[in-house]
């Protein structure tokens, strides 16, 4: 049998209502980890990103020895104990120099992995560009530029698996309306184009502030400014979900299957939508005057057992057989009303 946990108060059902399934999730939680190993540049990546992803990040400095691709035991234990849905391990090894890998979780359980390794030489934190910064919990715009990001349409890829990623990463909590002066910063991952020397080139990340400015005209003038971090990202290994997996985790909810699409924004307003539109009933149609068409289906009839109409015409009645009995006793030279009975022998 499943163990069940039974609320001892008031504080851990809450806990456990917040974990359970719901028809619009919670935002995402990232859980930053650090392997036993880990460089300078390797913890201060971690520290930016976590930074960006606040309120939604949870980062733990404590060293851990985990290896993501040989047992990820450690990493679900870790994702069910916080209710976190995304992780970024960050480890440094002679093999495998600057590396930070990119998780996703599914049920507490390893969807995808994949990792990017930090080119140290154009690295740049946060705090090294002396200009302000975006307030905690805006949505960033984002702008994925080059040919592999739009000539893989079939979603499976190590670039198609960072889009996902970095989508999930910054999409934040669902929201109806969104107000265009909270949009302050653009996260920007631009890839170069493949070629035989280089089949996999790198990722280009790079976070710039919005600002606005007067230009004498309806619409403003609208300038960039970089913001930090600066990261370059080279593709190591890739762990891809199965499809299987992938299906069960990509359904949706009837109340949110509408032939409108899923919005970045959220889900509310398709929810209002769903309410909107009327439920479609089957066999059930309108013509072109306007007039109701349906079609019923039946079972075969069996025409044996079919009721017939019972007409009063083919009944003989208590009147119109005594009139028979006196017609006939009219005949036989009688005209006693009542028939003559048979005699008793």
């Known amino acids: ?11 851990s059902k809450r ?34 990103l976590h930074s960006l992803k606040k309120p939604n990040s949870i980062k733990f400095t404590k060293k851990n ?9 450690s990493l679900e234990f870790f994702s069910q104990k916080n209710d976190a849905s995304l992780m970024v391990f960050g480890s440094h090894s002679k093999k495998r120099p600057h590396n930070l890998t990119f998780i996703r979780m599914f049920d507490h359980h390893v969807l995808d992995m994949i990792e990017l ?39 499976r890829g190590p670039y198609a698996l960072l889009k996902s990623f970095f989508v999930d990463f910054f999409s934040g909590g669902s929201s109806s309306y969104v107000d265009v002066e909270g949009l302050r910063y653009m996260v920007s991952i631009a890839v170069g184009e493949p ?26 003038r609208v300038e960039v400014e970089e913001m930090g971090p600066r990261m370059d990202f080279r593709i190591g290994r890739v762990k891809e979900a199965e499809e299987s997996v992938m299906k069960e985790a990509l359904k949706k909810p009837k109340e949110l299957e509408v032939n409108f699409p899923n919005s970045y924004f959220g889900n509310e307003v ?50 119109i057989e005594a009139q ?13 009303s009542e028939p003559k009975r048979p005699k008793r022998l």
């Open 195 to 220: 070629s035989d020397e280089e089949p996999q080139p790198k990722a280009h990340l790079r976070v710039y502030l919005i600002q606005t400015r007067k230009s004498g005209q309806k619409l403003p």
């Open 117 to 155: 390794f930090l080119e140290p030489t154009s690295f740049r934190t946060l705090t090294q560009f002396k200009n302000n910064k975006c307030a905690v919990g805006q949505k960033p715009l984002l702008l994925f530029a080059g040919s592999v990001f739009e000539e893989n349409i079939t979603g």
């Open 270 to 319: 398709i929810l209002s939508l769903c309410a909107s539109q009327p439920k479609t009933k089957k066999n059930v149609e309108t013509d072109v005057v306007g007039d109701k068409l349906g079609k019923i289906h039946v079972g075969r009839q069996d025409l044996g057992k079919l009721q017939t109409r019972k007409m009063k015409g083919l009944k003989r009645s208590r009147g």
């Open 324 to 336: 028979d009995l006196e017609d006939i006793t009219m005949v036989d030279g009688n005209s006693d």
């Open 1 to 11: 049998m499943l163990r069940q946990i039974k609320p001892r108060n008031a504080r």
């Open 65 to 73: 020895a985990i290896h993501p691709f040989e047992d990820a035991a």
């Open 15 to 48: 806990a456990l209502e917040k974990k359970e399934p719901k028809l619009i999730e919670n935002p995402k939680t990232c859980l930053f980890l650090r392997g036993t190993t880990a460089s300078e540049i390797v913890q201060q990546a971690i520290t930016d």
